[in-house]
C-alpha cells in the first residue's frame, strides 16, 4: 500500500512529502511499476475549433509536425513522446436525444462525461458515480474522495459539476485556492492558534514545521532526495507567495478598496480577471496532492457548460464569453448577430487551455519517483464536454491523454478507435470504454477480483485495447 509521508508541526499543522527513496524500507524496490498510478481530469466547456484542434499529421507516431502552429495543441510539442491522442470517440449516453436521458446537450456533457450515466428527470443530475470518485473509492484510504477542484464561476445546477459520489450527487469543486490548499496541507484540523498565525499573520506553514524539516535534514539522504525536497519547499513558498498577493486570503483593506470589491459582479469581471492566476494556483495544489499521495484521483475544472470568462488576457481581447463565441454569435440562445471571426478566436482560447495544460504537465513532471516521474506514472487527460460547440456535438471528442500510467498506455500515438471511416460517428467507440480503460490503468478491480468489466450504464464493455501498451 501507498504510504503518505508527513511533516506534523507546532499547533497540529501537517506538511505532506514527496516519495523520499533514501527512507523506503531497504526491501521495498525502486521499481517504476511499484509507483502509485492516478488519473487527472483537466476538464473545459463548450467545444473546441475542431478545424485546427487535433494533429496536422497522420494516424502513428506524434512528429514535431504534429504540433504546427496552426494546431490548438502546439504548446504540446515538447511533451510529444508522452502524449497519446484518440480519435473518433463519441459520449455515451449520446446527445441530440438518440438515448434515454434528462437534459439538454451541455447538461449531458457535464453530468455523462465522467459517469457515462443518463441524467435523472427533475434534478437533471448523473445517475451514478464519476469515475474520478469511483477510482478514490477504490484506491483512496477509507473516507478520503477525489481532489474536486474548479476555476472560475460555479453555475448551482448540472452544468457547474462533473463529479459524482453517488447517483443525483454532485461534488462541488472548490473554486478558492486557499481554502484547497489549507486543506491539502491538514489546515482543517489546524488549533485555533496556527490558524491564526497562517491566515492574519501570513505565516508560513514552512515556518510551522521548520523544526522537523531540519531534522528530517539530518537524516541520510541521497543528493536526489535532498533535490527533491528543497523543490517541493520551494513550490509551497512559491504557491504561498502567489496566494499571499492573489488577495484570495482574507485581509484587512482600506475602506476605499473594500468598496471597489464590493461593488464588482462575482459571477463576471471579478472571476474572469482572476482566471489564469486561479487556474494556475489550483494546477499547483493539484500537483502537490498527486505527488504527496494525498488523492490517487482529482479533477480540475474550467468554468461551467453553456458559461466560461471573456478571456481578455495573453493577447486575446474578447467581447463575449467563451460560450457565445463557440456559437459565433452576441447572445447565449443564438437570438443575436454573428461574431465575425469568432473561429479564430476559438482557436486562441483552445490554445490557451492547452498551454495551461502543459503547465500542469510541468508541475508533475518535476517530482521524480522511482526513475520516472510522477507524471509518467499518471494518466492526465484533457477533455471537453462537447466537439464542434456549435453543433452541440457530442462525437469525435477532443481528448489528449499525458502520461502513461505507469507503462500501461501507449505514448507519443495518434490513433484512430472507430472502425468507420468517418470519426464524426455514433456508431462505436464510445466513451465509456475509456473510463474502463481508466479505471484499469489505475489499478482498480472489481469486487471479486479482475479487471474492471464496464464502467457507466451506456456504451460498451471492456477497453480501448489498441491505446494499451
Known amino acids: 500500500m501507498n504510504r503518505r509521508t508527513f511533516l506534523r508541526g507546532a499547533c497540529g499543522v501537517m506538511l505532506g512529502l514527496p516519495l523520499l527513496e533514501s527512507l523506503r524500507p531497504r526491501d521495498a524496490k525502486a521499481d517504476p511499476a511499484s509507483a502509485p498510478r492516478r488519473f487527472i481530469a483537466f476538464f473545459m466547456c463548450n467545444g473546441v475549433n475542431m478545424a485546427k484542434f487535433f494533429p496536422s499529421t497522420q494516424y502513428g507516431a506524434l512528429t514535431a509536425a504534429s ?3 496552426t494546431r490548438a495543441i502546439a504548446p504540446l510539442a515538447a511533451y510529444r513522446d508522452k502524449l497519446l491522442i484518440p480519435r473518433g470517440i463519441h459520449m455515451a449516453p449520446r446527445g441530440y436525444g438518440f438515448d434515454p436521458s434528462a437534459g439538454d446537450d451541455h447538461a449531458k456533457g457535464m453530468g455523462c462525461k465522467l459517469t457515462a450515466q443518463p441524467l435523472v428527470q427533475g434534478s437533471q443530475y448523473a445517475a451514478g458515480i464519476s469515475l474520478d470518485q469511483f477510482i478514490a473509492n477504490k484506491l483512496n484510504p477509507p473516507g478520503t474522495p477525489a481532489l474536486t477542484l474548479m476555476v472560475g464561476s460555479k453555475t448551482p445546477n448540472v452544468r457547474g459539476h462533473i463529479s459524482y459520489t453517488a447517483s443525483e450527487a454532485p461534488v462541488s469543486g472548490e473554486n478558492n485556492p486557499w481554502l484547497a490548499y489549507r486543506d491539502l496541507v491538514g489546515g482543517t484540523d489546524l488549533e485555533e492558534e496556527a490558524l491564526v498565525r497562517l491566515t492574519k499573520r501570513r505565516e508560513s506553514v514552512l515556518d510551522l514545521v521548520s523544526v522537523e524539516y531540519e531534522a ?14 528543497e ?3 520551494q513550490t509551497v513558498r512559491d504557491l504561498e507567495v502567489d496566494m ?5 486570503i482574507p485581509r484587512e483593506l482600506s475602506p476605499e478598496r473594500a468598496a471597489e470589491i464590493e461593488a464588482i459582479d462575482p459571477d463576471t469581471v471579478a472571476f474572469d480577471a482572476e482566471f489564469k492566476k486561479v487556474g494556475r ?11 504527496t499521495g494525498a488523492t490517487r484521483s482529482a479533477t480540475l475544472q474550467w468554468g461551467s457548460g453553456a458559461a466560461g470568462p471573456i478571456f481578455k488576457w495573453d493577447g486575446m481581447a474578447h467581447e463575449y464569453n467563451h460560450h457565445k463565441l463557440s456559437h459565433g454569435n452576441t447572445r447565449d440562445d443564438d437570438t443575436g448577430s ?12 483552445d490554445r490557451w487551455y492547452v498551454g495551461e495544460y502543459a503547465y500542469l504537465l510541468d508541475r508533475l513532471a518535476g517530482y521524480e519517483e522511482g526513475g520516472a516521474t510522477v507524471l509518467d506514472n499518471s494518466a492526465v487527460v484533457f477533455m471537453n464536454e462537447l466537439s464542434d460547440g456549435k453543433r452541440h456535438d457530442f462525437r469525435d471528442l477532443p481528448y489528449i491523454i499525458a502520461g502513461s500510467c505507469g507503462g500501461y498506455f501507449k505514448t507519443g500515438q495518434y490513433i484512430k478507435v472507430t472502425r468507420q471511416s468517418s470519426t464524426v460517428q455514433d456508431k462505436d467507440a464510445p466513451h465509456n470504454k ?12 472489481e469486487e471479486g477480483g479482475g479487471p474492471i468489466a464496464n464502467f457507466g450504464s451506456f456504451g460498451e464493455p471492456g477497453e480501448f485495447d489498441e491505446l494499451k501498451a
Do not use: P, W
Open 434 to 445: 475509456l473510463l474502463t480503460t481508466f479505471a484499469n490503468a489505475v489499478g482498480c478491480t
Open 281 to 291: 494556483m489550483q494546477m499547483d495544489i493539484l500537483a502537490l496532492a498527486i505527488a
Open 67 to 69: 504540433f504546427g502552429a
Open 244 to 248: 499571499g498577493g492573489s488577495g484570495i
Open 216 to 229: 528530517l535534514l539530518k537524516k541520510k539522504l541521497s543528493k536526489a532526495d535532498r533535490d527533491k525536497l
Open 231 to 233: 523543490m517541493h519547499f
Open 338 to 349: 454573428a461574431v465575425d471571426g469568432y473561429e479564430e478566436m476559438l482557436f486562441n482560447i
